[in-house]
Nanobody, 113 residues
Framework: QVHLVESGGGLVQAGGSLRLSCAAS?????MGWYRQAPGKERELVAR???????NYADSVKGRFTISRDDARNTVYLQMNSLKPEDTAVYYC??????????WGQGTQVTVSS
């Protein structure tokens, strides 16, 4: 069973940057970053294939970059030009349609205006 630990969140002003990390206890394959804002459903914002191909939600395209380091079983999310509407708890896991790992605790990102 692969376990996921997200980190790197925090409080940042609008326009700032954060880099999130997702450390896995084993091999992970295709992965994604999700976020869940208060009162909203969890949404997939970025995904990366085993080969490094990436896809992004329109709301983050051009601002967020997902990457991976398979030697460390780690996936990253570089978030630039942050907006208050990016405030959410961020999680990593497989994209929809794949077997989900147990969800981690997530990491809180708060963007102040």
């Amino acid at each position: 069973q692969v376990h996921l630990v997200e980190s790197g969140g925090g409080l940042v002003q609008a326009g700032g940057s954060l880099r999130l990390s997702c450390a896995a206890s084993g091999s992970i394959g295709v992965m994604g970053w999700y976020r869940q804002a208060p009162g909203k459903e969890r949404e997939l914002v970025a995904r990366i294939s085993s080969g490094g191909s990436t896809n992004y939600a329109d709301s983050v395209k051009g601002r967020f970059t997902i990457s991976r380091d398979d030697a460390r079983n780690t996936v990253y999310l570089q978030m630039n030009s942050l907006k208050p509407e990016d405030t959410a708890v961020y999680y990593c896991n497989r994209p929809p349609g794949y077997y989900y790992f147990p969800w981690g605790q997530g990491t809180q990102v708060t963007v102040s205006s």
